[in-house]
């Protein structure tokens, strides 16, 4: 059931030796490619990256975080807002309907919105392969405006234009040693109702 993985998934920061197949490399991938967007704009480009330079380099990008270099593989997120100007939307004239019409801002929120759901697949694929993961957000961008020289670099050394921004890196592999998963979540109550804020379901 895809509730007991989702039940099952955590965060996980300590990587075995064993490296993941590219087969499996390829499965994730295609979760994310077949998620929903709106209009099916697909403003996303995933980067596989396995080198250790690489690696290193994203890990800088991360202020530092030790998973990021000792994953097996990463996915770098790209937040791609030029897909919007190849979707056949200019018809659509009324803003609600038409993020183009929402200015510079509704662009790039609507970018990162798409995002969620290709890395929330990508997640629980990997989880089905029992491939550990983790989101990396804390990280140097155009949106946090923190290490814009590592940003540049990184962005030129993947191959990103300027409208492409880095929004997420997923760290992927093997777990070192098991842990129990440890789901710290606020009640059922306190976060879900019938109708109206404060009504139980
Ligand atoms: C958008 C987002 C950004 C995150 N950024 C980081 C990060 O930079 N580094 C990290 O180690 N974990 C990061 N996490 C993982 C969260 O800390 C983790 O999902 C949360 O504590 C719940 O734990 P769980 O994933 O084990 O259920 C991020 C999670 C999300 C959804």
């Known amino acids: ?26 499965k994730i991938l295609e979760a994310g490619r077949l998620a929903p967007s709106w209009m099916n704009v697909q403003s996303w480009k995933f980067i596989l990256v ?7 380099l994203l890990s800088e990008l991360s202020v530092g975080q030790v998973h990021v270099k000792n994953a097996d593989a990463l996915i770098v997120c790209v937040a791609d807002m030029n ?49 550990k ?26 191959g990103l234009n300027e409208n492409q921004i880095i929004s997420t890196i997923i760290t992927l592999g093997y777990e070192a040693e098991y842990s129990e998963t440890n789901k710290t979540r606020k009640d059922f109550d306190s976060v879900v109702f019938l109708e109206k804020i404060g009504n139980k379901f």
């Open 1 to 26: 059931m895809l509730l007991d993985l989702i039940k099952s998934r955590k965060s996980v920061r300590k990587y075995s030796e064993k490296h993941v197949p590219d087969e499996d490399f390829r």
């Open 50 to 56: 396995k080198s250790q330079e690489n690696k290193d």
């Open 83 to 131: 897909a919007w100007e190849e979707a056949k939307i200019t018809h659509i004239s009324k803003p609600a309907l038409n993020p183009k019409l929402q200015g510079e801002n509704g662009i790039l929120i609507r970018t990162l919105e798409q995002l969620i759901y290709p890395i929330s697949y990508m997640m629980l694929e990997a989880e089905s392969l029992n491939v």
């Open 133 to 158: 993961s983790c989101i990396i957000g804390a990280l140097g961008n155009e949106i946090t405006g923190v290490l814009p020289e590592i940003s540049a670099r990184a962005k030129a050394k993947l």
